[in-house]
């Protein structure tokens, strides 16, 4: 029996990594259901297995290790099947751009909550300095106090100009990464950054959107020249979503929860409850007002999902 590391897989077929740096295809043995989800796909990209080589050179996977988390999707809109993503993830680097294309914050939060319930740390990458006026300064400023004091690391460059790139090596060495964002933020700049060899195309940043495209697509990892992997989603976005409870949402809203502790109600949704401590934090200012908004927003659309 063998260990190894799934860096690549298409379907049936998966690309497994050994310890001396040789790839085995593989295909699997007998079935595996991850508890409580139907999906579609039983390995996924960074998962750890035990395999046995055939005399064909090719190899059978008998068992996968427990994973430390993972990110998923549903096989299509409709479907309550999900598709395994990735796994063994050690942190989500999120691309962000204030100006062509601007990201919003809302985009952001909800980022943050498929994060937060995935148990995958995030870092924000605020890009496109180059390009930044006075005002977007401003606002990348105020952005980095709100997001610093929650807990989650910022860092701003340009992928353009080089500006503040150094940091970027260092980021990403030593640990798994995913890279996140929406169209055009730069996340195949920072890929061919990190190893230009990758060689992607980067694509200038159009007007037209391209939704609705729903391609199967399937994750890979490359080992960085400077060590680390990352994880590459084409065509995924975000996380997906868990199906998260309407009276647990706060949970994934670090400081919304901590602060949730003062609440007069223990099942206070921080909506218009008396003695809410969170309402009242965000009227001192100690929540974001943002923050907040975007928690509203998500409340009131899972409204809509549950309603009939
Ligand atoms: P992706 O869709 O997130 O993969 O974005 P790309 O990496 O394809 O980048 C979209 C466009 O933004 C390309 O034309 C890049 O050259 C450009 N771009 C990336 N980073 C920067 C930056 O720091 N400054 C400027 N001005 N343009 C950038
Ligand atoms: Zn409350």
């Known amino acids: 029996m063998v260990k190894g590391l799934v860096i690549k897989s298409t379907g049936s077929w998966y690309t497994v990594r050994d310890a001396e740096g040789n790839t085995v295809a593989c295909k699997i043995r007998g079935s595996y259901r991850i508890k409580g989800l139907r999906s579609t796909n039983p390995v996924a990209v960074g998962d750890r297995v035990e395999f046995s080589v055939l005399d064909d050179g090719s190899g059978i996977i008998s068992h996968i290790e427990d994973r430390k988390n993972y990110i998923i999707r549903r096989a299509s809109n409709l479907s309550r099947e999900y598709q395994l993503i990735a796994s063994n993830i050690d942190q989500a680097v999120l691309v962000i751009s204030l100006v062509q294309p601007k990201t919003l914050m809302a985009f952001v939060d909800?980022?943050?909550?498929?994060?937060?319930?995935?148990?995958?740390?995030v870092v924000l990458l605020f890009n496109k300095l180059?390009?930044?006026?006075?005002?977007?300064?401003?606002?990348?400023?105020?952005?980095?106090?709100?997001?610093?004091?929650?807990?989650?690391?910022?860092?701003?460059?340009?992928?353009?100009?080089?500006l503040?790139?150094?940091?970027?090596?260092?980021l990403f060495a030593g640990s798994t990464s995913v890279v996140s964002g929406n169209s055009g933020v730069g996340k195949s700049t920072l890929l061919n950054f990190l190893d230009p060899e990758l060689n992607l195309k980067t694509s200038e940043v159009s007007s037209s959107h391209q939704s609705g495209q729903h391609t199967t697509t399937y994750a890979e990892m490359f080992l960085l020249p400077s060590g680390g992997y990352v994880i590459d989603t084409p065509g995924i976005k975000g996380f997906g979503t868990v199906d998260i409870e309407k009276n647990e949402l706060f949970h994934f809203f670090p400081e919304i929860f901590k602060i949730s502790a003062g609440c007069r109600f223990h099942n206070c949704l921080h909506l218009n409850e008396p003695g809410c401590a969170v309402i009242d934090a965000v009227i001192s200012g100690e929540i974001s007002e943002s923050r907040y908004l975007s928690y509203l927003g998500l409340m009131s659309d899972m409204g809509d999902k549950y309603r009939k």
């Open 164 to 170: 503040h790139t150094d940091k970027l090596r260092a």
């Open 110 to 121: 909800r980022f943050l909550v498929s994060a937060e319930a995935f148990r995958i740390p």
């Open 130 to 162: 180059d390009l930044y006026g006075e005002e977007e300064l401003i606002q990348m400023n105020s952005l980095v106090e709100i997001y610093e004091n929650i807990g989650y690391q910022c860092l701003a460059v340009s992928l353009k100009s080089g």
